[in-house]
């Protein structure tokens, strides 16, 4: 498969299966820019704690704060039969900015909306896409006049990094994707009511 810039080289069914997912959550859940992760994920019906919660009652989290590899992880989710729906913890103990913590929740709800099962490198790749999707789709960036990452950071409310990322994506999303996809379509009618005000 062509690369045009960074992102992973997952199978184009793969990115399509993500946007596409993307897309629908945007319509359905009503959102609008900047997307707020934890307003995202409570309307999915699903649960957030933050680490900071179990620390400041005094327990270890080094077994919580760790994967299998013994690195430090920025978040989990797991489904929870007691509570009957899904459970995402993010780090905030050891995370720096606030947009990262929101970057967090929609890896987490990347790999829930994806149906993944375990741990791999595969899956990490397709829940930071889906975050970086979900928090700045392809088509937003020009249809909110941003002319540089700055503005992307600024308007989309994310770290960056990931405007960095997400602005090389969407340039050549502009400059490579040819004919406009029907999802992306339908985002855009979406997204030009929104700015209409309507």
């Not at 992102?7 to 997912?21: F, H, N, S, V």
């Not at 913890?89 to 099962?117: C, K």
């Not at 392809?138 to 990094?161: G, H, N, Q, R, T």
């Amino acid at each position: 498969m062509e690369k045009h810039d960074n992102r992973p080289a997952l199978p184009k069914k793969i990115y399509d299966q993500i946007e596409e997912d993307v897309v629908k959550l945007h319509i359905k859940l009503e959102l609008s820019v900047p997307v707020n992760p934890s307003e995202v994920a409570k309307r999915l019906g699903y649960i957030v704690h933050k680490f900071s919660e179990i620390y400041s009652e005094g327990n270890n989290l080094i077994e919580l704060r760790t994967g299998n590899d013994g690195n430090r992880r920025d978040g989990l989710s797991y489904y929870d039969p007691d509570v009957q729906t899904y459970v995402i913890w993010v780090n905030d103990i050891d995370s720096i900015y606030e947009e990262h913590d929101g970057f967090t929740i929609m890896h987490e709800i990347g790999h829930i909306r994806m149906g993944h099962r375990g741990d791999s490198q595969l899956a990490e790749m397709v829940a930071n896409y889906y975050a970086a999707y979900e928090l700045v789709p392809s088509p937003l960036p020009s249809m909110y006049k941003c002319s540089s990452f700055v503005d992307i950071a600024d308007v989309f409310e994310v770290s960056a990094d990931c405007a960095y990322n997400c602005g090389r994506r969407c340039m050549n999303w502009a400059m490579y994707s040819g004919a406009i996809k029907p999802y992306e379509k339908v985002l855009i009618d979406y997204y030009k009511k929104i700015l209409k005000g309507g």
